[in-house]
């Protein structure tokens, strides 16, 4: 690398892509030096809020034209897989906002392409920077519950268009072709990504998906969904909503092991040991360089270390995985198997 990073963004449609610029602005070093997207009023916001000048319509035109170290998709899902590919291909590291795309297929794709290239891509999960979810996964890992039985997470709120998304956030989250799903793709991701983090991959999956709600910008899609998965020796479930006005009522997420439990109940992370009192675990705050995707990149290719955890492209693949059968069980009514060769 040389001494001055370059990013470029490619696509500006995931809200969360303007939390992550903030993220990159604080990197040493680091300039943002280019924007593509195809609609005006993202680029504007860009220039008018990070200084980017150097804007492009199309993201081919961007990685062509533009030098660059590392690039930042953001857009909707179902574009993640050319961009991935066309990008690592001219040796540029890359991080991609959750999920990892709309389908499997997809993200096999990311994956493979990575791989050949020898290129990092990084999965950004808004868990991985959370101090109790690291804390937990950390512990979970170690043992500390012994081995895994059962990981269940909910994520739900009142929906995108109630919590103020943007109008091109909303359109991509609730248009199947670009989402993959509605709150199935959105929410159950990061259950998913637990699970897959936790067991790896599940030999069988169930799902279930529905229009519950009034907002019709959801009738397309579904709002609320809920995927099972059965490893070898635990299950995990994965919930979503966009109908859930209040916060959660309970522990969430929690995994239970086979010599106690581990949850985050209100931000505070609790342990539970047969014979014991409930006792609730010190949680360490996040240090450098594992505090935000801008951050874990940028040390990952300085280092030649691989990206692991939450955010490493198995991981996410593996997610993908269960996402995907989730979603065609859903349309089937049927549990659908998954082939075992090694991932």
């Not at 030096?33 to 961007?62: C, H, K, Y």
């Not at 997470?153 to 109008?167: E, L, Q």
């Not at 699970?195 to 709600?213: E, F, H, K, Q, S």
Request: aromatic residues 6%; contains cysteine.
């Amino acid at each position: 690398m040389t001494d001055e990073i370059l990013v470029g963004v490619a696509g500006l449609s995931h809200d969360h892509v303007w939390h992550e610029l903030e993220q990159w602005r604080k990197q040493e070093g680091v300039k943002l030096v280019a924007a593509a997207d195809d609609e005006q009023p993202l680029l504007q916001r860009i220039q008018n809020d990070f200084g980017v000048n150097t804007t492009f319509s199309d993201w081919r035109e961007m990685i062509d034209k533009q030098r660059m170290q590392f690039l930042q998709i953001a857009g909707g899902n179902s574009e993640s897989a050319d961009i991935v590919e066309y990008a690592a291909a001219k040796g540029t590291h890359i991080i991609v906002e959750k999920p990892m795309a709309a389908t499997l297929d997809q993200a096999e794709r990311m994956l493979a392409a990575a791989q050949s290239a020898g290129t990092l891509l990084l999965i950004n999960w808004p868990t991985a920077w959370s101090p109790t979810w690291v804390e937990m996964a950390k512990r979970v890992q170690s043992g500390e519950i012994g081995e895994v039985r059962y990981t269940r997470y909910r994520s739900a709120h009142s929906g995108p268009v109630a919590i103020g998304c943007s109008p091109e956030f909303v359109r991509d989250l609730t248009t199947p072709s670009i989402n993959g799903a509605g709150a199935l793709m959105d929410y159950c991701c990061y259950g998913a990504n637990l699970a897959a983090l936790l067991l790896g991959r599940p030999l069988r999956v169930t799902g279930i998906r529905a229009y519950l709600g009034s907002e019709p910008a959801y009738a397309a899609s579904d709002d609320n969904a809920v995927i099972t998965a059965q490893f070898a020796h635990a299950l995990a479930v994965c919930e979503a909503s966009w109908t859930q006005p209040v916060g959660y009522a309970g522990s969430n997420p929690v995994v239970y092991g086979t010599e106690g439990s581990l949850a985050i109940h209100h931000g505070k992370l609790l342990l539970q040991r047969p014979g014991a009192n409930e006792a609730e675990l010190p949680v360490p705050e996040l240090v450098a360089p594992w505090r935000s995707g801008p951050e874990a990149i940028v040390h990952c290719a300085a280092t030649g270390t691989a990206v692991e955890g939450f955010c490493s492209p198995v991981t996410s693949r593996n997610a993908q995985e269960i996402l995907q059968a989730g979603f065609d069980s859903s349309n089937t009514g049927t549990i659908i198997s998954l082939p075992q060769e090694p991932h």
